[in-house]
């Protein structure tokens, strides 16, 4: 079953508005999680890593005041778009890395979030 | 540079052959994770196999297998025995090995992969 839930899969909103978009991980603790973004047709581009306790790092080019990470707890980082615009439409996934079968940075990857700026 | 490259956009199959999907990537880490990800239509990323650079067998996960070549720096991935529902996107992945888990994965831009009846 699933190990990383988001919430919504899907969101349609007016241009300007802001969206928040919760990654969870349902039976493990994560200290860090990951947000990619991938538009259509392309491949995953890494935004930022969420830090449970400090603040969240970007990935160079990703504007942290426009994309707001909050990692509340240990099972739950949220990522904010604030006014958002029709070029912020796109797929928004997080991870979560969690050991497995000794899998060193193996992650598990939320079915992802639809967002449509009108 | 690019630091994941699949040179092959799309690629068309037969059901049931074996398909080899290419992956070079490019990092200076002597620790590193090579992932590949199937992502169908829905979007999710559907975890697939990982070789890690100091595993000395080529991964394998039933009908797929890694094949890893250090020293060329490919991981390609196999399907053997192809069927409809291996029709997806694929991507491989890297995790360089500054901080293991901390670090975020690098993809490539994928292979869309159709299987045909």
């Known amino acids: 079953g699933a190990v990383v839930s988001q919430h919504p899969s899907r969101v349609i909103c007016k241009s300007g508005t802001s969206v928040k978009i919760e990654c969870r991980s349902l039976?493990?603790?994560?200290?860090?999680m990951f947000w990619y973004r991938q538009f259509p047709k392309q491949s995953l581009m890494l935004m930022a890593t969420?830090?449970?306790?400090?603040?969240?790092?970007?990935e160079q080019g990703v504007e942290k005041d426009k994309f707001l990470i909050n990692h509340a707890s240990l099972t739950l980082s949220t990522l904010t778009v604030t006014s958002a615009h029709p070029e912020d439409s796109s797929f928004y996934i997080c991870?979560?890395?969690?050991?497995?079968?000794?899998?060193?940075?193996?992650?598990?990857f939320g079915p992802g979030t639809r967002l449509l700026v009108l | 540079a690019q630091k994941i490259t699949q040179t092959q956009p799309g690629m068309f199959v037969q059901e049931k052959e074996a398909v080899t999907l290419d992956c070079t990537y490019d990092t200076s880490d002597q620790s590193y994770g090579l992932f590949w990800y199937k992502q169908p239509s829905s979007g999710e990323m559907i975890f697939l196999i990982y070789q890690g650079s100091y595993d000395e067998q080529n991964a394998t996960e039933g009908r797929y297998s890694l094949n890893f070549q250090k020293a060329r720096k490919s991981a390609n991935l196999v399907i053997s025995a192809s069927q409809l529902g291996d029709s997806a996107m694929y991507f491989c992945a890297m995790r360089e090995g500054r901080r293991g888990g901390a670090d975020g994965l690098t993809f490539g831009k994928g292979t869309h992969l159709i299987i045909q009846p």
């Open positions: 969420s830090n449970e306790g400090s603040k969240a790092t970007y």
């Open positions: 991870s979560a890395p969690r050991g497995r079968e000794g899998i060193r940075g193996a992650q598990y």
């Open positions: 039976d493990f603790q994560a200290t860090t």
